[in-house]
């Protein structure tokens, strides 16, 4: 049982570059996050996905998609890489009999953008 | 003004120490208020959860709730060298979505 599993763990990017972090859980659970945590700023909810073909907005959505592929995986791509977004991303997963409350998250991706 | 406010520390202490740990927040909708612990270089994992106002306590640990006052703590007893993580306070009004507080990095000597 692996929980949540992230691909990759680093990454780099040049400005301008795209990317796709890959995020799946094994836990069965209907709702899938993903976070990005920076110094001083805490957790911010990106974008997440309350079921299975469903997605929606969290705080800081701007320069990101998501595709919930099936139930067990939730990606996140930047079309378009910017310094601004060099961050730590976390994955996170909850299931029905906790809601949101437990969420359960991943190892995280550093990414740097030059 | 963040609608979740937490002193980022480092809180330093030494080994068998009290520690308290606090949040305030604006949102009067808050019901749902949670502790989360991140280990350094690791993903959070939760610790404890609330529900409305109140206390809840789990071994050395003790969540406390003021919505009069909009204020949360958790409370360490005996704290111990594997207790050093950074700890992050969140909160929703659905249960759903949560927000999160900066997180207060504790280090435990001994």
């Known amino acids: 049982n692996a929980g949540v599993t992230q691909t990759p763990k680093f990454q780099v990017l040049k400005t301008g570059q795209s990317m796709t972090l890959q995020c799946a859980q094994d836990?069965?659970?209907?709702?899938m996050y993903w976070y990005r945590q920076d110094p001083g700023m805490g957790l911010r909810l990106i974008y997440y996905?309350?079921?299975?073909?469903?997605?929606d907005k969290g705080e800081v959505p701007n320069g990101y998609n998501v595709s919930r592929l099936n139930k067990r995986e939730f990606s996140l791509r930047l079309e378009s890489a910017a310094p601004s977004q060099t961050s730590v991303y976390f994955c996170?997963?909850?299931?029905?009999?906790?809601?949101?409350?437990?969420?359960?998250f991943g190892p995280g991706t550093r990414l740097t953008v030059t | 003004q963040k609608e979740v406010e937490q002193d980022p520390g480092p809180l330093s202490v030494p080994e068998g120490a009290i520690v308290s740990l606090n949040c305030t927040y604006s949102?009067?909708?808050?019901?749902?208020f949670m502790w989360y612990r991140q280990y350094s270089r690791k993903g959070p994992e939760l610790l404890m959860y609330?529900?409305?106002?109140g206390n809840k306590e789990d071994g050395r640990f003790t969540a406390q709730v003021d919505k009069s006052s909009k204020y949360i703590s958790l409370f360490i007893r005996d704290s111990q060298p594997s207790d050093s993580a950074t700890y992050l306070c969140?909160?929703?009004?659905?249960?759903?979505?949560?927000?999160f507080g900066a997180g207060t990095i504790l280090r435990v000597k001994s």
């Open positions: 836990m069965n659970h209907n709702s």
């Open positions: 609330t529900y409305s106002s």
């Open positions: 996170a997963s909850s299931g029905l009999h906790t809601g949101g409350v437990e969420q359960y």
């Open positions: 949102n009067s909708a808050f019901q749902y």
């Open positions: 996905s309350a079921s299975e073909g469903t997605t």
């Open positions: 969140a909160m929703s009004d659905d249960g759903n979505k949560l927000v």
